[in-house]
């Protein structure tokens, strides 16, 4: 008897697994199929439409907790910034005249004010609300979306250059996928006319450059712009990089080159969406 | 299950998504952060058994995948294995050490992220393995040491094991 019921409770355990295991596959196989349109990324978006007000109420809330263990987990490295920052800013003093440093931070503030490589495009700036919710994609997420014409393929910058692009929107807000991310594939130009792919390889990490060829002049420093070229997935002329590491392999295809997005991306708070997509360039 | 453990559980997912995605999200170490929802299926493996474990596994899951970019259901995937895998391995231990709950927590969640990063590779996301794994384990492994206990207190009040399940447990049920 004992026997029967234990063999009994092993077989619906095993129903049970099952199902789910089958559920899960349907959910994900119907997410591929939708491919951002269907069923699932409604509810997807519902759900981020629903929570981002408790989202935001929240943050306020416990953010500055998150901030304090973050900086308890980075003090060595921020102290050290700190004493970097500190001796910069002495020299910087020392070399220039009150006057002549506020007109230079007047004149960064109108850069930033007016990108030269934005054009005439349209932008929208939005909010960084939640950074790299995965540990297994580089993305942050806006407090911008299809409300306020945001749509996925959208590039997106920060003073610098390129941040990234958007994969995702809702009413309230959109997700972007970082360059640094694995999946971030970026077609770039420098110097005068050579062409290179600059790929993600994860969150803090260095870009890796590809397709350069062996023995061109690529040296440290180099700014890679997007090349407006891969079908326009971004317009021309925004930075995108500079090169940082170069070294060639006797026999290898292609040159070794590194490169360091030209964005902060770790210290991302307001960014501009480009209201751009390849139909319009 | 009852309708008071249904509300329980709910609110268990829903208080642990909130801190996740306001306070954990920001310590991150080289790109990674601690992760505190697949600590959910763990633990319900852990207090309640392989059944229940993998239903809340796969519940919770699914709401992670909500606000996640990785593909939706990977979560709610991992977390059903994770949480049947939890409560089979764990169903005939004697649990009187105080360090048996975060060891069983950090082992896991070791398993948890690898499978998460597999079966992400297999379904054809990039990097997952080569630039995302090492990070989130180095990160992930150690938190969910350090979280094991509040996390298990607050699953074992919500998801209570059944009698079968109750009585397979050894040495008095969660420490």
């Known amino acids: 008897m004992a026997r029967r019921t234990r063999r009994s409770r092993r077989a619906r355990r095993g129903v049970t697994i099952g199902v789910l295991l089958l559920a899960s596959i349907t959910v994900i196989t119907l997410d591929y199929r939708g491919d951002g349109r269907g069923a699932i990324s409604w509810v997807k978006h519902a759900a981020n439409d629903a929570f981002s007000p408790l989202h935001r109420g929240l943050d306020a809330v416990v953010r500055p907790i998150g901030s304090f263990l973050a900086g308890a987990v980075h003090a060595g490295a921020i102290e050290q910034q700190n004493a970097k920052l500190r001796n910069e800013l002495n020299r910087a003093q020392s070399k220039l005249g009150s006057a002549q440093l506020t007109r230079n931070e007047l004149q960064a503030l109108e850069r930033l004010d007016h990108l030269p490589w934005v054009g005439d495009i349209t932008t929208v700036t939005a909010t960084v609300v939640a950074l790299n919710p995965s540990n297994f994609a580089a993305t942050v997420q806006l407090d911008k979306g299809t409300a306020q014409g945001v749509a996925v393929g959208m590039p997106v910058v920060a003073g610098a250059g390129l941040v990234g692009q958007v994969v995702d929107s809702w009413s309230s807000g959109c997700t972007i996928r970082l360059v640094t991310d694995a999946a971030s594939a970026v077609g770039v130009r420098y110097g005068s006319g050579g062409l290179a792919l600059v790929q993600g390889t994860g969150l803090g990490r260095p870009l890796a450059v590809n397709y350069v060829d062996p023995g061109t002049p690529l040296s440290t420093g180099t700014l890679l712009v997007t090349s407006g070229l891969q079908n326009a997935k971004f317009p021309p002329d925004i930075p995108v990089a500079r090169v940082t590491h170069v070294s060639s392999t006797p026999s290898a295809t292609q040159e070794s080159v590194s490169a360091q997005s030209v964005a902060d991306l770790a210290q991302l708070q307001y960014v501009d969406v480009l209201l751009w997509s390849s139909s319009s360039s | 299950m009852t309708t008071t453990d249904l509300a329980r559980a709910t609110l268990v997912v829903f208080v642990v998504l909130g801190v996740q995605h306001s306070l954990l999200d920001a310590v991150r170490v080289d790109g990674a952060h601690p992760d505190a929802m697949l600590l959910l299926p763990v633990a319900a493996g852990y207090a309640a058994g392989p059944d229940r474990g993998a239903i809340f596994g796969f ?103 059944s009698a079968a399940d109750r009585g397979a447990q050894a040495g008095g049920g969660l420490r």
Do not use: E, N
């Open chain 2, 59 to 161: 519940f919770s899951g699914l709401a992670a995948d909500l606000f996640l970019p990785t593909p939706f259901g990977l979560s709610a995937l991992v977390g059903c294995l994770l949480g049947y895998a939890t409560g089979v391995a764990t169903r005939g231990l004697v649990r009187s050490s105080w360090w048996l709950p975060p060891a069983v927590a950090a082992a896991a969640t070791a398993g948890g992220m690898t499978a998460y990063a597999i079966l992400g590779a297999v379904l054809g996301q990039p990097g997952m393995l080569r630039a995302y794994l090492v990070p989130a384990l180095v990160v992930g492994t150690p938190a969910a040491a350090v979280l094991a206990t509040p996390v298990l207190r607050m699953v074992a009040w919500a998801v209570p094991a």
